[in-house]
């Protein structure tokens, strides 16, 4: 009963941020989906919601993973918004994450329950004419899940509420929907590096096209700080290994 109540009252508020959406035929009217966007402000989330609820009568989520930065100032900012966590994740459409690699289980969990998933490949505001570089998760929950992959690019919504202001400013955006991406040619065989990198790249391209950005020549984010953690616990086990053959003999 809350969500209806939300669309017809702070949806109609977001909408008029929204000054075109161009593409909505591409998105898919049954069956879940996710939509990987770029991410330029904090107001992209509100945006691409709208959007979504007023044209398919549904709600999007996005997978949120609390990290304060000293740039999270304003009224929509996660540091707001988290000091009113239920409210937050129950009406605002959140998937909380709640351990660092849980984001592909979470959105696993979520496309089962037949909900629409909304992330931000680059993963931090970007408000420069390149995209970031991105990371491979959006590629990883698309093969898993073996749901559509929607790109969307959104341009000008850093006008709206830019990074460090307090309250967003009357500009108005623009979402440019893309058509569906389908993997079926890797959906049977176990994602490795190699096949992530080319299925993020295909996502990314799209998605520069739709946003009027470049599509980044960097490599592909992949975090080393749980590999030399393993490494590290490995070392561990081995030296009380010698240790306790030593203490034995």
């Not at 008029?16 to 990987?36: M, Q, T, V």
């Not at 967003?168 to 893309?178: E, L, Q, Y």
Request: proline letters at 7%; aromatic letters at 10%; hydrophobic letters at 40%.
């Amino acid at each position: 009963m809350v969500y209806p109540i939300l669309k017809r009252t702070l949806g109609v508020y977001f909408g008029l941020y929204l000054r075109k959406a161009n593409g909505i035929e591409n998105l898919p009217k049954n069956g879940p989906f996710i939509i990987a966007a770029n991410h330029e402000s904090h107001f992209d989330s509100f945006l691409l919601g709208t959007l979504v609820a007023f044209n398919l009568n549904k709600q999007l989520f996005f997978l949120t993973r609390f990290k304060p930065r000293r740039s999270d100032k304003g009224l929509f900012s996660k540091v707001t918004l988290f000091m009113v966590r239920p409210l937050f994740i129950n009406l605002f459409g959140c998937v909380p994450v709640l351990k660092k690699g849980g984001a592909v289980d979470a959105c696993k969990s979520a496309l089962r329950k037949r909900k629409i998933i909304g992330i931000y490949p680059e993963g931090k505001r970007n408000q420069s004419k390149t995209l970031l570089a991105p990371r491979t998760g959006v590629a990883a929950m698309a093969l898993l899940s073996k749901a559509p992959v929607i790109p969307a690019g959104i341009v000008g919504s850093y006008k709206i509420f830019p990074i460090g202001a307090f309250l967003p400013r009357f500009k108005r955006a623009v979402i440019n929907v893309g058509k569906p991406m389908r993997f079926d040619r890797y959906y049977n065989k176990t994602p490795n590096r190699k096949t992530l990198e080319k299925v993020t790249h295909q996502i990314m391209v799209e998605i520069g096209k739709l946003c009027g950005k470049r599509c980044p020549r960097r490599p592909f984010h992949f975090s080393k700080k749980p590999m030399n953690k393993a490494r590290r616990c490995l070392r561990k086990l081995r030296t009380l290994s010698r240790f306790r053959k030593k203490r034995k003999s």
